[in-house]
């Protein structure tokens, strides 16, 4: 089984920063694609941002040019660097990932738990 762990969130001032990160644990094959989903209160969770295995990486319109999705996969850890925050990014934060673990050595699917940020004044 692949584990993921996020950390990082936080309450933070509107145009301020936060680093979220996932590190995924376990006895791990390979990781793929990762990504970062959210989810407001009320609200569908929404796929944010996607990072292949080779570095690739795309947003969706409404965080490109303020978040930045990167990897280390030595630490297999995915990161999202989050600036000018907005209120509206005000939501709970998950980390996915496509993984194979050494005990079954089939491609599955994996969610973190979750970290909540809030952009408040």
């Known amino acids: 089984q692949v584990q993921l762990v996020e950390s990082g969130g936080g309450l933070v001032q509107p145009g301020g920063s936060l680093r979220l990160s996932c590190a995924a644990s376990g006895s791990i094959f390979t990781i793929y694609n990762m990504r970062w989903y959210r989810q407001a209160p009320g609200k569908q969770r929404e796929l944010l941002a996607v990072i292949t295995s080779g570095g690739s990486t795309s947003y969706v319109d409404s965080v490109k040019g303020r978040f930045t999705i990167s990897r280390d996969n030595a630490k297999n850890t995915v990161y999202l660097q989050m600036d000018s925050l907005k209120p509206e990014d005000t939501a709970v934060y998950y980390c996915?990932?496509?993984?194979?673990?050494?005990?079954?050595?089939?491609?599955?699917?994996?969610w973190g738990q979750g970290t909540q940020v809030t952009v408040s004044s």
């Open positions: 996915n990932v496509d993984g194979v673990p050494i005990a079954t050595m089939t491609l599955d699917n994996y």
